[in-house]
Every structure is written in C-alpha cells, then in structure tokens.
C-alpha cells in the first residue's frame, strides 16, 4: 500500500517558483532515499509534504488529500519529521524535548533512550548543550515520539563526525529492521544509503529526473546529479 503519493508538486517562495513537478512515492514499510544536488529541490518538497509551505499538485497521505490541511494536522495524521538543522527546543532538556511532541504509541522515552543510549545519559542536559551529533539524536528521537507512520529525514547525518554518522546510520537500519516504519531520507551518502534504502529518487532544478534501486545509480548518474 502507497502511504506517500506526490504527482507532479509545485510550490514557490512568493513569486520565485520552487518545485516544477516532483513525483515519488512511498510504501508501508519502504525506505525511500530523496537525493540531488543542494538547492535542488529537496527541503522545499519536504516543506510541501509537511505541509510548512502552500504547493499543487497530487499530495496524499493514507489516501488523504494534504493540501489544505495546516501543519500540525498533517503531523496528526502520522508524518514525522527530524528537520534539516534538527531545530531542538534549545532551552528544553532532552527529556522536554521529547515529552513535547510524545504521543500514544510504540514509541516512549524508554524505546527513544534503547535506539540513542546517549540521550538517556544526557537527559536532564538542555538541548542547548548537546553536542551536533547529540542534537541530530535528539531530532529524530523527537520525531519518533510522535508514533509516526512515515518518518522524514533531512539530512541526518550532514557534516557530523563520522563515528556520530555510523551511530545515526545504526539508528536507522535498525529503524527498518525491527519496525517497519516507512521512511524518506534525503541525503547524498551512496555507500550508507544502499544499506538501508529500497529505492531512490533525485531531484534537479526542482522536478523529479530520475527513480530506480540504489544499486542502479550509475557512476554517470552520480556525477550529473548527485556529486559535487
């Protein structure tokens, strides 16, 4: 069953037109990565499917149409999102933080604290004194108490260390192992992302170019839309 349909979205910054036909689409259950280039595209799809900006187009979430719901009714319905930034309640303590957005389900500080160890360590700490690595946890922990039925990813791992990175790319492996949550990760890691991702999906100048299996990315491809 498709839980995420998006057909030909557009959106636009005021007068500046954004995205100008993103088709993807993602199952119960799959991992779907979002790649391209920076300011291709991807935030600003992320935005539209969250619902943080207005866009046209097919947008359907279990079957319902998103466009005219606000963002936190889109949240209800079960899209989960670690933000790129991770935008942690900054004078809030780990706990706080994930207290905040908790809602009944699989999901509690105790399921949080056995996926990222650290946060239970630290959970009296502000989020204002974690380290990057420690926020990014804290992001998708966040996002996973809200007991999500598709969780976004953006940009998880993006200019960490890479012990922090491995520990993230654990995290999420492990999410598709042993939950079976669906999950659209937007990132450009080739060699992580055909770990944990089913297919792929890469955006140019704001439309979808191209979709297939990971392991159909040709160096080609790579190099005319994913490297630097």
């Not at 209800?76 to 309640?89: N, V």
């Not at 105790?110 to 009296?124: G, I, M, N, Q, S």
């Not at 940009?155 to 669906?182: H, M, N, Y």
Request: hydrophobic content about 45%; glycine content about 10%; some cysteine.
């Amino acid at each position: 069953m498709t839980i995420l349909d998006v057909q030909d979205l557009t959106a636009s910054y005021g007068a500046a037109q954004a995205l100008f036909g993103v088709d993807l689409r993602v199952a119960e259950g799959e991992v779907v990565a979002m790649m391209g280039r920076n300011g291709m595209g991807k935030t600003t799809t992320v935005k539209a499917i969250c619902r943080m900006i207005p866009s046209q187009g097919h947008l359907t979430f279990a079957g319902q149409s998103l466009h005219l719901l606000p963002s936190h009714k889109a949240a209800r319905l079960g899209i989960g999102l670690a933000p790129e930034g991770r935008r942690c309640f900054r004078d809030l303590s780990v706990e706080e933080n994930l207290l905040a957005t908790s809602r009944p389900g699989a999901w509690t500080l105790a399921t949080v604290a056995d996926l990222f160890p650290r946060l239970e360590e630290r959970k009296h700490q502000l989020a204002a004194s974690l380290s990057g690595g420690e926020q990014q946890m804290l992001a998708i922990g966040r996002a996973l108490m809200t007991n999500p039925r598709l969780l976004i990813l953006d940009e998880a791992t993006e200019g960490l260390a890479p012990i922090i990175r491995q520990e993230i790319w654990t995290a999420i492996a492990r999410l598709k192992r042993e939950t079976g949550t669906s999950i659209l990760l937007i990132d450009k890691s080739l060699k992580e992302l055909s770990q944990v991702a089913d297919r792929a999906v890469i955006l140019a100048r704001g439309k979808t170019v191209w979709t297939g299996k990971l392991s159909e990315i040709t160096p080609e491809i790579s190099g005319r839309y994913i490297g630097v």
